[in-house]
């Protein structure tokens, strides 16, 4: 990667917030790159966008001074835009993030005025430098952006949103397999962070594409762990392997009257587990699933909607041979051991494990 010198900007002040914009179609990777950019203090995300008139009004309203911009948006590409926005919100800086890597593309974007560009399939190890760099007024180009390292690709390939994803898995697609459906249940939330990030990391490293459903500040903690640990989550984002949700919003999709309604629940795992079906690799691809939707109704005092999800998570185990962590902390369940309730959600799993 290369850092420029100062452009003549002068950098911000380290108690001042760098107010900023998040330009990009694709929903999933959108909010991998603001739950990224949300783990540093000094960032403050202003707003998000998904196409390119959308991002020229939102600059011209919020006046940001960061836009994280991407090349290939609906209605107006990202060049277009960042061609306006120079002339509507003159100060706000240009950082762009875009899977497009030929040299070409790359001059024309810093031509336009542009602070920074960054391969997507690199985010991770790279975004939060360059943004970093252009907070401080200093130009950034990521270390695949010449167009000799990588491969190049249009956005146009990149994987479509979850509003676009293929219906439920059809009959014909089912498979049994051994039910892989199991509990754990860990002593702090630090326990469970690490017992999820060493779930995920085996799962891509094997090839198969993983759902997690998590909080948000659950999510941006295993951003950060698995980037200690070298995988490029970045790139797994983009290629559709690794899909964070929000388990409050997931929950919203199929939760009535306090229950979870199978129906509505295995229309929405369905089309979850078609879309990372259609991305997961190797010989047998295989698609994950963890997070926290039972804890979460159980904490909430549902015990029995809590019970009812498992089953129906079972049930997708078994079915479509869905790998399934379900992670339970157990700060404010001592007496769980004594619970009718806690054996009720254990026979729901193929196998229990207690993490110290």
């Not at 760098?18 to 909010?31: A, E, I, M, Q, S």
């Not at 559709?240 to 629940?265: A, C, K, Q, W």
Request: net charge negative.
């Amino acid at each position: 990667m290369q850092t420029f010198g100062s452009t003549g900007d002068s950098g911000m002040s380290a108690c001042q917030a760098f107010r900023v914009l998040v330009v990009d179609d694709y929903g999933p990777f959108r909010r991998f790159v603001c739950s990224m950019l949300g783990t540093r203090p000094e960032l403050q995300i202003v707003g998000e966008a998904s196409d390119g008139l959308e991002a020229i009004q939102k600059a011209e309203e919020l006046q940001p001074d960061l836009i994280v911009l991407d090349l290939g948006l609906p209605t107006l590409n990202g060049i277009e835009a960042a061609r306006r926005i120079r002339k509507l919100s003159p100060q706000s800086k240009i950082l762009f993030l875009s899977q497009e890597s030929s040299s070409d593309v790359v001059q024309e974007a810093l031509s336009l005025g542009a602070m920074g560009y960054v391969v997507k399939a690199h985010a991770g190890s790279e975004l939060l430098a360059a943004v970093e760099s252009v907070r401080q007024g200093r130009q950034f180009v990521g270390s695949r952006s010449s167009g000799r390292n990588c491969a190049d690709a249009t956005d146009a390939q990149a994987p479509r949103t979850l509003t676009q994803a293929e219906s439920p898995i059809t009959w014909s697609e089912k498979r049994e397999s051994a039910r892989n459906h199991e509990a754990q249940f860990y002593c702090d939330d630090a326990s469970f962070l690490d017992g999820l990030t060493r779930f995920i990391e085996a799962a891509l490293k094997g090839g198969s594409a993983v759902i997690v459903v998590a909080t948000e500040s659950h999510r941006k903690s295993l951003i950060q762990k698995l980037e200690a640990h070298g995988v490029e989550i970045g790139a797994a984002v983009e290629q559709g392997l690794y899909l964070p949700l929000d388990v409050t919003e997931i929950l919203s999709t199929f939760m009535v009257n306090d229950l979870p309604d199978p129906v509505r629940f295995l229309k929405v795992a369905g089309n979850l587990v078609a879309a990372a079906a259609k991305v997961a690799k190797g010989e047998n691809p295989r698609v994950a699933a963890c997070g926290e939707c039972a804890h979460m109704l159980w904490v909430q005092g549902k015990a029995d909607a809590s019970i009812q999800l498992e089953h129906l998570w079972d049930e997708i185990a078994k079915t479509y041979g869905v790998d399934i962590l379900c992670g339970f902390v157990l700060e404010g369940f001592q007496r769980a051991q004594e619970s009718l309730i806690y054996e009720k959600i254990c026979a729901e799993h193929s196998a229990v494990w207690w993490s110290q």
